[in-house]
């Protein structure tokens, strides 16, 4: 896994934004990480990784809530052990994990799914969770994917530019 830091390394832009910019705007962003941008990241997929890096930094440095679906967990040590084998699975998820939080998928997440308007139930699933964690956003590069959502999605590089301004 790569260096998450640095936006943290940017310490006046961070306060700018954690002490003046979000708390003006009575603003705390909570957002859900969909699988594919978590594994840009993880995997480095050009061009995708670079926002994705930005956006985990974002929450390991505390300036926003990231949080990742407990079923988005598993997705992503499954396509990682076909890549990197067992160990190497395990051990970036043990780095991912103090950097998101992890929701639990309930009956009631998985319910409500059923009941959006959308063709993806893994989708509807997340949409349903992030309502229920009052996220702000769903971070995912599918936005076409989420017309119906509850919660808003906005794609990785339109959250950076938006909340950083870079």
Do not use: W
């Amino acid at each position: 896994m790569t260096d998450l830091s640095r936006l943290g390394r940017n310490n006046a832009l961070v306060a700018y934004y954690t002490e003046l910019f979000f708390p003006e705007r009575d603003v705390r962003l909570i957002a859900l990480g969909d699988t594919n941008v978590i594994l840009d990241q993880l995997l480095d997929r050009v061009p995708f990784a670079d926002n994705a890096e930005k956006i985990l930094g974002m929450s390991e440095n505390g300036e926003i809530d990231g949080l990742m679906n407990a079923s988005s967990a598993t997705d992503i040590y499954f396509i990682l052990r076909k890549m990197a084998g067992h160990e190497q699975s395990k051990e970036l998820l043990k780095r991912l994990f103090p950097i998101l939080d992890v929701i639990e998928v309930g009956k009631g997440d998985l319910v409500r799914a059923m009941e959006l308007d959308f063709s993806g139930y893994e989708d509807a699933v997340a949409a349903s969770c992030a309502k229920r964690v009052k996220a702000d956003h769903i971070i995912t590069r599918n936005v076409h994917h989420f017309k119906s959502s509850p919660v808003p999605a906005i794609e990785p590089g339109d959250f950076v530019n938006k909340f950083l301004g870079i």
